[in-house]
């Protein structure tokens, strides 16, 4: 199994941006595809991007897509989330999760492993 680290979050004004990154323990993190939700209060937990085993594959929710970009350091064992031109509505609880079988990116009901999350506040 995998325990995921969540850094990186904090308070930016809006048009600002900030890199979030996810840290995994364990050997076999390169067998992990991973993904990026958000929470914001009174909302359901969304989907924000996902990227597969090796990288080689990404995928974003249409609110984020040409603004965000998530990346991943095998060697490192971390995920990336790197923001830009943020918004008051990105404003949430961002949490990283992993899938080590079946995965369908955008279904916060097939990752097995999330983190604690970490707070990202936009003000305008």
């Known amino acids: 199994q995998v325990q995921l680290v969540e850094s990186g979050g904090g308070l930016v004004q809006a048009g600002g941006s900030l890199r979030l990154s996810c840290a995994a323990s364990?050997?076999?993190?390169?067998?992990?595809?991973m993904g990026w939700f958000r929470q914001a209060p009174g909302k359901e937990r969304e989907f924000v991007a996902a990227?597969?085993?090796?990288?080689?594959?990404?995928f974003y929710a249409d609110s984020v897509k040409g603004r965000f970009t998530i990346s991943r350091d095998n060697a490192e064992n971390t995920v990336f989330l790197q923001m830009r031109s943020l918004k008051p509505e990105d404003t949430a609880i961002y949490y990283c999760?992993?899938?080590?079988?079946?995965?369908?990116?955008?279904?916060?009901?097939?990752?097995?492993?999330w983190g604690q999350g970490t707070q990202v506040t936009v003000s305008s």
């Open positions: 999760a992993g899938e080590s079988s079946s995965w369908n990116p955008s279904d916060r009901n097939k990752y097995d492993y």
């Open positions: 990227i597969s085993r090796s990288g080689g594959s990404t």
């Open positions: 364990g050997r076999t993190f390169s067998s992990y595809a």
